[in-house]
């Protein structure tokens, strides 16, 4: 039971050795895949006749034709959407067993062969009251009905996917206005969920993990690999999920779900195709995507294509003018300029281009076998590090150069799908990938010639078996599985002459030597309804995470030791309840435990987080673990008004934190030419994270519903010094009208403050990207923005989307950002689908 949907770069050097899998991203190439896809196009459409059985799906408001609805049996072995024209081909479906028919706007509903012969082929379906998901994959890998989950997990619709437009994956999870997302430059966005970010908070894609080990503590943006535009369900569960998900999954996971090859369910091959255009003015914005579905009975396949190029961004006319870029630095000849900015606005060397291509084919391997094989490829080009280069020393700009080099992250993955309901299971499903990802981080300072460049490479292999068991004819779930994750990490580093090209080594980031890192584990969980109304969740999970790193190289930094090893074993479980005492009502309660053991980022890691700031590996660093609780409840008022509110309450032990540190006795290290303070991750007493989630909506009639969310988060370690990834408050507040083929959101988005006493003492260090207080120390302002969108569908084949964001045209720069956000930008968006 899987997931239910949901001019080229500039500065885009050549692909490298990345084998015959990585391409080079050429204008040729973008091309000769568009005629791929016409050819597809044109060769298909001959063979798109109506089979014999067909069910037409019409809106039971306004009798119109509902496409995208998925039509499946309960196994998930036949599976398809209609067509524009509300129609589906049921002949591969069986008398005698139900077809369901889902959507995200309407009612599920089910009904056997022989109803929907006695009705004729045609079904109305009921728009839904409120934005409430039925069913969730990601609490336990297989599907289960969202009202027997304990934990707080939100989904992203859609229809907001759609009329918001997210331009990376980094902005679609901010959607529901419950993540908080940072951004150094224009070109990330680091997720922070329940006072946990980066190596705390796990990303999962299509069962596969995405988290690696050389995933960080300061911000990462490995999020925006993904493209949003092949995304088609996404979950995310706050809290810990580390009883299936394991090491990591803290603060919550990010669990995506991408667009699966569908197969045809009647005679003829099933077609779809989608194209989409989309311009957006803050940063000149331009996306172009397209897929293309073709599937027969037996064999599927599915391919798209995303490219997108983003300009400097331009931030907003009012308040705040200490974010301006009144100067930058640039190459004039052979030698460092500074230049007066003629528009302060223009964040000169914040843009970015960026390609994803996907590729599934999937096929049946007899009656019970379903393999999908998988391709993911994404390459970012140069990423401006926007608040680096904005930093000043002695008066004047400190780099001449700051840049991340190409990020590029390529999966290959394999599922196989059994469902033969025996003795030991009902269903399997073994997952095998392979990931390779690479990025490097290239710093020059100004008037310097000598470019300092670190390289990193990571292949992962990663194995998942999962199970799961219905005993009897009773609705318990018992599901149970085993994960293997191997870490190959390769770091190198150069220093290179920008006149001459010469280069000579250099100390690397991490230990220049062999680096692996291992993770295993067993699961498994059980879920069973001592009433109706009551439904127990329990899970269990054993982790056994080792790392082995050399140093083969020890005269860069002349370290004490020169291997650094890593053994650890937790067992983590969770147990939570769900209370339904009326139709109207539902009562959560969750116990959950965590656990995080360190990578090599925060093993091993060499580096400068701050100016005079030098981060150094710490042997000796031990696992931290998380104890956790929350509560909630949800209320509907009639059909007017749903609330839902969630306490949570976690307990961090052992808590690895960046404090002072002694380098071989010493408090101070050179590094790179100069004297920095020297810190290490070390484990500190304990840490305290909490706080609330509040949703509400509101449905005054059947064309309006308002909807508002807004998350308080605390946090602090046993110091009483405030935690680095705690947001302020922030939410939203969206005013929606929509019928028919029309939609329109005029919404608000805000953010509290964080005054200089609740920054954490490495956000104090970062005085330039903050405004100043009274007392010229830095703070983070409060900001809100007022936006508008509107959403218009042409005959199930044509969706159109206009907005504004920022209509204000505010200058505000969110918590922990290193870079301003957009001022007024106008969007426009044009997607088609056959």
């Not at 190409?406 to 499903?429: G, L």
Request: glycine share 8%; net charge neutral.
């Amino acid at each position: 039971m899987s997931s239910l949907a949901s001019d080229m770069p500039r500065n885009m050097p050549a692909a490298g050795n990345y084998g015959m899998l990585f391409v080079r991203p050429t204008t040729y190439y973008t091309l000769s895949l568009m005629k791929k896809y016409l050819f597809l196009l044109l060769f298909f459409l001959p063979f798109m006749n109506s089979a014999a059985q067909t069910v037409t799906v019409l809106g039971a408001e306004d009798g119109k034709p509902v496409a995208d609805v998925a039509v499946y049996n309960e196994a998930r072995t036949q599976f398809c959407y209609t067509s524009p024209s509300g129609k589906a081909s049921l002949s591969g479906f069986r008398a005698g067993q139900p077809v369901f028919f889902q959507h995200f706007s309407y009612e599920r509903v089910s009904y056997t062969p022989e109803e929907l012969e006695e009705a004729g082929w045609v079904i109305h379906l009921n728009t839904k009251t409120f934005e409430v998901e039925e069913f969730i994959v990601s609490a336990n890998r297989w599907e289960q009905k969202s009202e027997e989950v304990p934990n707080y997990i939100s989904t992203i619709a859609l229809p907001s996917v759609r009329m918001q437009n997210p331009q990376t994956a980094a902005d679609l999870v901010s959607l529901n206005a419950d993540v908080f997302v940072q951004k150094s430059q224009l070109g990330g966005g680091s997720p922070m969920l329940r006072g946990f970010a980066t190596n705390r908070v796990l990303i999962n894609i299509d069962g596969v993990r995405l988290n690696n080990a050389i995933y960080r503590e300061g911000n990462i943006q490995n999020i925006i690999s993904l493209d949003p535009l092949v995304i088609e369900r996404t979950e995310i569960i706050f809290g810990p999920g580390a009883t299936m998900y394991g090491s990591d999954a803290l603060g919550g996971v990010m669990d995506f779900h991408t667009k699966r090859a569908l197969y045809s369910t009647g005679d003829s091959v099933y077609l779809k195709a989608e194209a989409l255009a989309r311009y957006s003015s803050a940063a000149g914005e331009q996306t172009y995507h397209a897929d293309i579905n073709a599937g027969g009975r037996r064999v599927a396949f599915l391919s798209s294509l995303t490219w997108s190029d983003f300009g400097d961004l331009v931030m907003g006319s009012r308040t705040h003018p200490e974010y301006l870029r009144n100067e930058y630095q640039t190459r004039i000849g052979n030698r460092d300029s500074i230049v007066m900015n003629s528009n302060p606005l223009r964040q000169v060397a914040s843009g970015y281009s960026q390609l994803n291509t996907m590729n599934r084919i999937r096929f049946k391997a007899g009656r019970n076998f379903d393999i999908n094989i998988a391709n993911h490829y994404s390459r970012l080009s140069d990423v401006p590090r926007y608040d680096r280069l904005i930093q000043v020393r002695n008066g004047t700009l400190r780099y001449g150069d700051w840049y991340y080099g190409p990020q590029i992250w390529m999966m290959t993955s394999s599922s196989v799908h059994y469902n033969n309901a025996n003795a030991a299971f009902d269903e399997a499903r073994l997952t095998v990938a392979r990931q390779d990802y690479r990025e490097s981080r290239h710093d020059r300072k100004i008037n310097d010639k000598q470019l300092n460049e670190q390289f990193e490479k990571v292949g992962i292999w990663s194995v998942n078996l999962d199970f799961d068991k219905t005993p009897g004819k009773n609705k318990n779930l018992v599901y149970y599985g085993a994960e293997y994750v191997r870490n190959n990490i390769h770091s190198t580093a150069d220093t290179r002459d920008i006149l001459t090209g010469e280069t000579v080594p250099a100390g690397s980031r991490y230990p220049n030597g062999k680096n692996i890192y291992n993770s295993a584990a067993l699961y498994g969980g059980y879920k069973f309804n001592p009433g109706s109304r009551f439904t127990v969740n329990t899970g269990i999970r054993y982790n056994f995470v080792s790392l082995r790193s050399e140093i083969a190289d020890n005269s860069f930094y002349d370290f004490p030791f020169t291997t650094i090893e890593s053994a650890n074993s937790a067992v983590t479980c969770a147990a939570g309840a769900t209370f339904r005492p009326d139709d109207k009502t539902g009562l959560t309660v969750n116990l959950s435990t965590g656990f995080r053991a360190p990578n090599l980022d925060d093993l091993g890691k060499v580096f400068e987080s701050a100016p005079g700031v030098l981060v150094v590996p710490n042997p000796g660093l031990k696992p931290e673990y998380l104890y956790n609780i929350d509560v909630g409840a949800t209320r509907e008022l009639g059909k007017m008004l749903l609330t839902d509110a969630s306490l949570f309450f976690s307990y961090l032990d052992n808590a690895m934190v960046r404090r002072e540190f002694l380098f071989n006795g010493q408090p101070t290290f050179e590094y790179l030419g100069e004297e920095s303070t020297v810190y290490a991750m070390v484990n500190a007493g304990y840490a305290l994270i909490y706080g609330t989630q509040l949703k509400a909506e509101l449905r005054p009639s059947s064309l309006l519903r308002i909807k508002s969310s807004l998350t308080i988060t605390g946090g602090h370690d046993n110091d009483n010094v405030p935690l680095r990834h705690v947001p302020p408050v922030f939410g939203a507040t969206h005013v929606i009208f929509e019928r028919s083929v029309i939609r329109t959101d005029l919404y608000a988005v805000y953010n509290g403050c964080v005054t200089y006493e609740r920054l954490a003492p490495s956000e104090r260090d970062k005085a330039y990207m903050y405004a100043a207080d009274e007392n010229g120390n830095p703070w983070s302002p409060g900001w809100f923005t007022l936006n508008f969108k509107t959403f218009f569908n042409i005959g199930n084949r044509l969706d159109l989307t206009a907005g504004v964001e920022n209509i204000l045209d505010l200058r505000y720069r969110p918590y922990s950002s290193g870079i301003a956000s957009p001022g007024r930008n106008i969007i426009f968006s044009a997607r088609v689908r056959i």
